[in-house]
């Protein structure tokens, strides 16, 4: 199945791939980011499809990829 | 299993932006990287950075790059670009630097036809000063120096880039795009290759200009933000190519 990786350390919390995920696989982590917010973690549900839209709209490089 | 996505390869390895959360930029700096890494130019480029929050470019391209003055971007870029004709020369400005400080000079690499290539984030104030009007912040937008919102009788009309590059014989490519949703950034990707794809082909100057969301200087959040380029920057600031010399783009 297909899945994204997410550099925890680049992530600035704005949470945009939340809201891009069309299969709402990406949730808030538990984890604190560098910002002092909760990062964004993906969930391996099965459910991704590999669209790469939250690797689009990432403004910080954070999703480093996409496979499928 | 296959990777469909890569971070592209002119950016340095292991690159942290040093942008706001939400920042348009980042976005902007990564389809610019992609095109580049799409027609091979990393090695032959040479890019103009232009002053705001633009400046940290070059701390994240791997490519050779020169800081050049306010607004002077697209000059520097012409006497580059002259005396290296076989080199990739791009510029990357705001819409303070490109439309205000530097519009003489911005208009005269279209009206001489420059072989360059511009990308112009367009996020309506001076973001790095912290949220000063700037030529394109809306009638009614509030800014640090227009607390009770633009005026236009005091402060005047909200500047057109895309429109006003469009109409010289010398451009060849002009268009305005967006970041504010994933379908929009897929065209903006066409639009920065187009761009940069008529300087390969000599054929004059390529202009983009992106309709990016600041964030920070909005007092909105990331979302919040993306939806006021929808609501209310999109009915400014029309979305489209307004002049494509090769005629593929629409």
């Not at chain 2, 299993?1 to 939400?22: A, H, R, W």
Request: glycine share 10%; aromatic share 8%; with cysteine.
């Amino acid at each position: 199945m297909a899945y994204i990786t997410i550099d925890e350390k680049k992530c600035k919390s704005c949470y945009l791939c939340i809201n891009a995920c069309p299969k709402k696989t990406i949730k808030v982590g538990e984890k604190t980011g560098k910002t002092g917010e909760k990062v964004a973690e993906f969930v391996d549900s099965g459910q991704c499809i590999g669209c790469k839209s939250c690797a689009l709209v990432c403004p910080d490089l954070a999703i480093t990829g996409v496979y499928r | 299993m296959q990777q469909v996505f890569k971070i592209p390869d002119s950016l340095k390895k292991n690159t942290e932006y040093t942008f706001c959360p939400g920042c348009g930029h980042g976005v902007a700096v990564r389809l610019l990287c992609q095109a580049i890494d799409d027609f091979n130019l990393r090695e032959n480029a040479i890019c103009m950075v232009g002053v705001g929050c633009t400046a940290f470019l070059y701390h994240f391209l791997d490519i050779d790059a020169l800081e050049c003055p306010h607004g002077r971007a697209t000059a520097e870029g012409t006497g580059v670009k002259r005396i290296n004709p076989d080199k990739f020369v791009f510029t990357y400005q705001g819409d303070g630097d490109y439309a205000a400080i530097g519009m003489t000079e911005s208009m005269y690499a279209g009206i001489r036809g420059e072989n360059l290539t511009t990308i112009c984030v367009n996020n309506t104030n001076y973001g790095m000063t912290g949220g000063q009007m700037g030529p394109t912040t809306l009638i009614g937008q509030v800014t640090t120096t227009t607390p009770y919102g633009r005026d236009e009788k005091l402060n005047g009309y909200p500047v057109k880039i895309a429109e006003q590059v469009a109409q010289y014989k010398g451009t060849a490519f002009s268009a305005r795009v967006s970041l504010d949703s994933v379908p929009n950034i897929i065209k903006a990707q066409a639009a920065i290759k187009k761009a940069c794809e008529v300087q390969i082909k000599k054929l004059g100057y390529g202009f983009v200009e992106i309709l990016s969301p600041c964030p920070t200087n909005w007092k909105m959040t990331p979302e919040q933000a993306n939806e006021h380029i929808r609501e209310n920057m999109m009915k400014e600031y029309p979305l489209g190519v307004f002049k494509d010399v090769t005629g593929e783009m629409k």
